[in-house]
């Protein structure tokens, strides 16, 4: 597709993408390479009792220990019983066992080490190119929307809409994974580096962020009756092979990557007369779907 | 309320809240000249059939030609059998007459002029004070989150959670006014001066941001039966006394807002171990409230 020529030199001028293309073309147009499987061993599904199905990719990367507690949890059949207890309007969904005082399954660390950060060395990161309030730093490692400081050397996943976190009480009380929460609004960056974040929604965040919001203080239902049951809490691994779900996500070190962050900082097509020349990290959703088989064009 | 000596000096010398205070603390403790009530020819009220009920400011100082449209189809009865037929998960709602050919009453400018940005021009800006990815400036005028341009003279209201817009269909048409949607996920600031904003949910997103999102492309229901049917879009001042919601905002002129403001960028008590020292515009969340009356303390 081409431009008038005067608004192409325009689009020039102010650094915008030289051609009218949306995110979308770009994810349709990608090649096969630009696409990394997530393994079935990090995919956590959370199948609700009313059939609704939510899928989280953990992120061993960032928090090992309790990415490791939540696997063993799940293994262990802790979440039987469990419940989505609160829903905070723009803010987060959590579920657990509420206060049970259950034990924990074997291999289970009851005091996790405070993983709100890891060390930066040995992450390759792409940088997001626009300023983030939050951080010195932002960009992309595997996949992942990141912040970090160059300076002090450490990096951390970020509260960006879908990401789940482990619910705590105050201070160093830091949560065995027991209890998680996803964000279904606003991205509540001041979270960041105060909790320990352990993945992502990667299918089904709608079935949480559609659910009615609790009238107690903080979201809380305030009626047990209003609880959503959980069914099951299991890693795709433990599933039959036929009945796994399988996931891929856009390699953000890829080429297609850059190309699809440019055009997310710079919408310029029909619809998008002024691109903004920038975004905001939680803003760039890097792209996650089905596992697409088959040709691509 | 003190800190442990080392933890005040820590938190002085990365410019952190010098005490633990949160921001519900100020709200909480804020005189009556911190607020301002929001003129009942200013809120739109719109019942749905289902009970629940949504509140939106309007905002005449940004859109005037838009907001004066959409009082006068209220006045007119434009959206009797209007509906919400679009959900679309972290992103919008969005409701009216949905491709209707139905006649705009008297008075309904049908072609208004593109009100995506106003003159900079006679606004008193608080700085937001951390950077923003969207634009060169970005603060709060009477308690409202906006982006400006020093250099090229402009402001817009920006699109956070809860902010109200035109849809509208390819430039150069804007939209009468007649279909409005609500943010109801992550900011989508790639919006901002792409379409012209007429105000925010005060009261009721949750009405919205909780109902199941549509299954067609957009988020667009897919079968009639699943429009939420609304009752009636009406303004305050056209309500019997005795029935009209009144509301108030943070004057964020007052050195109050700026107590918040800085508290939302440093958050720092028993739970929040580490200020991030900025804040995305979107985050702040300027106080409104249902009208108090009495003594505040």
């Not at 995110?23 to 349709?28: H, L, S, T």
């Not at 309790?66 to 262990?76: D, E, P």
């Not at 996500?249 to 055009?263: G, K, P, Q, W």
Request: net charge neutral; aromatic share 8%; with cysteine.
């Amino acid at each position: 597709m081409r431009l008038p020529l005067l608004l192409a030199a325009a689009a020039l001028l102010i650094g915008a993408a030289p051609a009218k293309i949306t995110p979308n073309d770009i994810v349709a147009k990608s090649p096969a390479s630009a696409w990394k499987t997530i393994p079935a061993d990090d995919l956590l599904v959370m199948d609700l009792a009313n059939g609704g199905r939510v899928v989280i990719q953990l992120a061993p990367a960032f928090a090992p220990v309790h990415v490791a507690n939540i696997k063993a949890l799940a293994r262990g059949g802790y979440w039987n019983g469990a419940t989505i207890y609160r829903l905070q309007d723009n803010y987060v969904a959590q579920w657990g066992l509420n206060d049970s005082d259950k034990g924990l399954p074997a291999g289970v660390v009851a005091k996790p080490p405070a993983e709100y950060t890891r060390p930066l060395k040995g992450l390759a990161i792409k940088p997001l190119g626009s300023p983030d309030p939050y951080a010195p730093g932002a960009g992309f490692v595997d996949g992942w929307p990141v912040a970090y400081s160059a300076k002090e050397g450490w990096a951390d996943l970020t509260h960006c809409y879908g990401t789940v976190g482990v619910g705590r009480d105050l201070s160093p009380d830091t949560g065995t994974g027991g209890e998680l929460y996803a964000v279904i609004g606003h991205a509540p960056r001041q979270l960041d580096r105060v909790i320990a974040l352990v993945g992502r929604v990667v299918e089904g965040i709608d079935k949480l962020s559609s659910l009615p919001r609790g009238t107690e203080a903080l979201g809380f239902y305030k009626d047990k009756a209003q609880y959503v049951p959980i069914a099951s809490m299991r890693l795709a691994s433990d599933m039959p092979a036929a009945d796994r779900p399988t996931f891929e996500y856009m390699d953000t070190a890829s080429t297609t990557f850059a190309d699809y962050l440019r055009v997310r900082a710079n919408r310029y097509d029909d619809f998008y007369i002024r691109p903004a020349g920038g975004v905001d990290l939680c803003n760039v959703q890097v792209p996650v779907r089905r596992t697409v088989t088959g040709e691509r064009g």
